[in-house]
């Protein structure tokens, strides 16, 4: 696909369940970012792979997030014991290869993940 | 730590008037700085970005910039604008984080609202 592609759009959860959001990138990028947009904000960063790998996870809020990124391509961010307050946009980029390898990249974004939790 | 501050929440402009949104930014070192616009339930678009050169930069939809390294500053400007401008727009300081990973912060966004 052209752009970078979120699934699902929306996802309405219990408080206590467990989600996945899953990202697709723009094929050929390397670097994928996960952020958190909460009403009225700017997006928050949460985390960032180079390839396979978690380069940076430090925006991650605690330990019922994770994500993974197994092939370096799709992305799952996945949610355990979900609460009210992970209710949020979800956002995923994608850029080329990183701005520590590239000095001129630019992150293009997908939709997002409307996610809300009763 | 890097920050980025959007001092308007809102603004409203009249359809053919000229708009500057304003963005500070707080980083150590040479900032890469964007901005974003985003529509009522679409992603965020990239509307220009500053790495080095030139400190006025162009972007598309008629949008510029001008980075004012001396102030610390990265405001936004259309000089007509179009009722279709009418969205959120987001300033954006990209920073290197943990190795070799990077990172964009956000401002708080300011809501554009065009008048007809």
């Known amino acids: 696909g052209a752009g970078v592609s979120q699934t699902p759009s929306n996802k309405v959860t219990e408080k206590g369940k467990y989600v996945e959001l899953r990202c697709d990138p723009i094929?050929?990028?390397?670097?994928l970012y996960w952020y958190r947009q909460s009403l009225g904000q700017g997006p928050e960063f949460l985390i960032y792979?180079?390839?396979?790998?978690?380069?940076?996870d430090s925006g991650l809020p605690n330990d019922r997030f994770f994500a993974v990124r197994p092939e370096g391509s799709v992305s799952t961010l996945k949610i355990q014991r979900t609460e009210r307050g992970d209710s949020a946009v979800y956002l995923c980029?994608?850029?080329?290869?990183?701005?520590?390898?590239?000095?001129?990249?630019?992150?293009?974004f997908g939709p997002g993940t409307r996610l809300t939790v009763l | 730590a890097q920050s980025v501050t959007q001092p308007d929440i809102h603004i409203t402009v009249s359809e053919g008037a000229s708009l500057e949104l304003r963005c500070n930014y707080s980083y150590g070192a040479t900032p890469y700085l964007f901005w974003y616009v985003q529509s009522p339930g679409q992603g965020l678009q990239l509307l220009l970005k500053y790495f080095s050169g030139d400190t006025l930069v162009q972007g598309i939809k008629g949008f510029e910039a001008e980075f004012k390294r001396s102030q610390s500053s990265f405001n936004l400007r259309k000089p007509s604008v179009h009722w279709s401008d009418a969205a959120e727009y987001f300033c954006a300081v990209g920073t290197l984080g943990t190795g070799t990973a990077s990172k964009l912060t956000f401002g708080t966004g300011t809501r554009l609202q065009v008048t007809l």
């Open positions: 094929s050929g990028h390397t670097a």
């Open positions: 980029a994608s850029s080329l290869k990183g701005l520590a390898v590239t000095s001129t990249d630019t992150q293009y």
């Open positions: 792979f180079q390839g396979t790998g978690a380069a940076d």
